[in-house]
């Protein structure tokens, strides 16, 4: 089946600091990815995305690249500011009709705060 | 365009008691998702909504059950609630056109607690 792997948490870091998320996954046919974050007491921001291997996804500072031959699609930023403390998520979907329909895999999410 | 709202959003309820969430996914949207999220298990898929038919449903038992109307808007039931069906229940929109692959937009959450 398909799964993604996070790398554990929490992850404290200080305002200006680089930020690598690890995310692996194993999949069966050929998924997206995607990264979503969740601030405290909210549902799920779609952060960034990537449908195919190379493919970079990018928003508001933070950077992802599908690497099909490493099965990755780690989540970096240059340098993270307090308002970016939340639980990121990666998460995978596969196009193969079926028991894929609607239907994103989660890895576990990685709490990260950011400290002025 | 607004994006996709749940109501209510905050729930008590009591063991044994039945429950019913609404989702109302983005305008033009046809297909919707439900997920719960605890904090032992994550965020884990419930079923999939598309044109009004169940198309995809994750492991869970029976009590969990929903629908689809006409206007793409969505209900998730949970009868015989159970303690451990406490948990932050987020829905999901995306315009899905055939199989195409589609991104997910989600909902605030709607978090219930059961007592």
């Known amino acids: 089946g398909n799964s993604v792997t996070q790398m554990e948490g929490p992850v404290t870091l200080s305002e200006e600091a680089f930020l690598t998320i690890n995310c692996t996954y194993t999949?069966?046919?050929?998924?997206?990815l995607f990264w979503y974050v969740q601030y405290p007491g909210e549902g799920l921001q779609l952060l960034l995305k990537?449908?195919?291997?190379?493919d970079k996804g990018s928003n508001k500072g933070f950077e992802a690249t599908y690497r099909k031959e490493t099965t990755s699609f780690h989540l970096e930023k240059g340098s993270v500011q307090v308002s970016d403390s939340a639980v990121y998520f990666c998460?995978?979907?596969?196009?193969?009709?079926?028991?894929?329909?609607?239907?994103?895999?989660f890895g576990q999410g990685t709490i990260l705060t950011v400290h002025p | 365009k607004a994006g996709v709202t749940q109501t209510p959003r905050y729930l008590i309820k009591t063991r044994g008691q039945q429950v019913t969430l609404s989702c109302s996914p983005i305008?033009?949207?046809?297909?919707v998702s439900w997920y719960q999220q605890t904090p032992g298990q994550g965020l884990q898929f419930l079923f999939e909504?598309?044109?009004?038919?169940?198309?995809n449903k994750g492991n869970f038992p029976g009590r969990f059950s929903g629908r689809q109307f006409s206007n793409s808007r969505s209900e998730m039931n949970v009868s015989t609630l159970e303690l451990g069906d406490s948990a932050l229940y987020l829905c999901?929109?995306?315009?899905?056109?055939?199989?195409?692959?589609?991104?997910?937009?989600f909902g605030p959450g709607t978090r219930l607690l059961v007592l």
């Open positions: 999901a929109s995306s315009f899905r056109q055939g199989v195409y692959e589609e991104t997910q937009y």
């Open positions: 999949a069966t046919g050929y998924p997206s």
């Open positions: 990537a449908t195919k291997a190379d």
């Open positions: 998460a995978l979907s596969v196009n193969a009709g079926g028991t894929s329909y609607g239907k994103l895999t």
């Open positions: 305008s033009g949207h046809r297909s």
């Open positions: 909504y598309f044109s009004e038919t169940q198309r």
